[in-house]
């Protein structure tokens, strides 16, 4: 089990053409129990500040059907920022859009890593999860302090406001003193259904069910996955 508290801040400028810059600042506390001889120190904190960049090339923020989008960020966690812990975290995720003939069919994908440097705690360190990077899969169940994953989803808009899409996904754990084993990935799956809410801006609700391996999960949100 893990509580946690949570602080977190950005801020990002347009620096030139799609190109936008910026600063962040989080500080956060977890206070972790396991079953295990793996026990961490109760209440540690993780502050730092961190560096981040977008490239933004989509044609519509909330359903695009063209263009891609770069989203890298970097943060140094340090004792000098009120951390118990020295280490650093680099997350890098692309996502690009094709329409297929026209706007009611799209093709989206989306290639995400993370990698952890240093004393990376066990609550900082990267999770498969299917609210964030890979649907099929429950919180928590793999985590290392490298992770990378890639999914493809197929999406339709079928009839009036509803579509449906079809997705699926591969990921990869590590902890950074084992090397990844490609060969033996973590695949996933599912299908969903949309209804457009709001025309105007093309905001769905999505509902969608996956299954991983061993594993499988339900998820219900307003917009895409991703």
């Known amino acids: 089990t893990t509580a946690t508290d949570f602080f977190f801040v950005s801020g990002l400028r347009k620096t030139w053409d799609k190109l936008y810059l910026g600063i962040l600042g989080v500080s956060w506390s977890a206070e972790v129990g396991l079953d295990t001889d793996l026990v961490e120190v109760p209440k540690e904190r993780y502050a730092g500040p961190g560096l981040t960049a977008n490239w933004d090339a989509r044609d519509n923020i909330m359903q695009p059907t063209t263009g891609y989008f770069v989203d890298a960020r970097?943060?140094?966690y340090d004792e000098?920022?009120?951390a118990n812990r020295?280490?650093?975290?680099?997350?890098?995720?692309?996502?690009?859009?094709q329409s297929l003939g026209d706007s009611t069919r799209v093709l989206a994908g989306r290639a995400l890593s993370e990698i952890g440097f240093g004393d990376v705690p066990?609550?900082?360190q990267s999770i498969l999860n299917g609210n964030r990077n890979l649907r099929?899969?429950?919180?928590g169940k793999y985590r290392g302090d490298r992770l990378t994953t890639l999914e493809a989803e197929y999406r339709w808009n079928f009839w009036g406001k509803w579509g449906a899409v079809a997705f699926a996904g591969v990921?990869?754990?590590a902890d950074k003193d084992d090397p990844i084993s490609w060969d033996d990935p973590l695949l996933g799956g599912g299908v969903g259904l949309r209804f457009r809410v709001i025309e105007a801006y093309r905001i769905n609700i999505r509902a969608d069910i996956a299954w991983g391996k061993d594993d499988h999960g339900i998820y219900i949100g307003v917009g895409e996955a991703f």
């Open 80 to 82: 000098a920022f009120g």
């Open 136 to 139: 099929g899969y429950s919180n």
């Open 171 to 173: 990921g990869w754990v």
């Open 74 to 76: 970097s943060i140094f």
């Open 86 to 97: 020295n280490f650093q975290k680099l997350n890098v995720t692309l996502t690009g859009y």
């Open 122 to 124: 066990f609550s900082g």
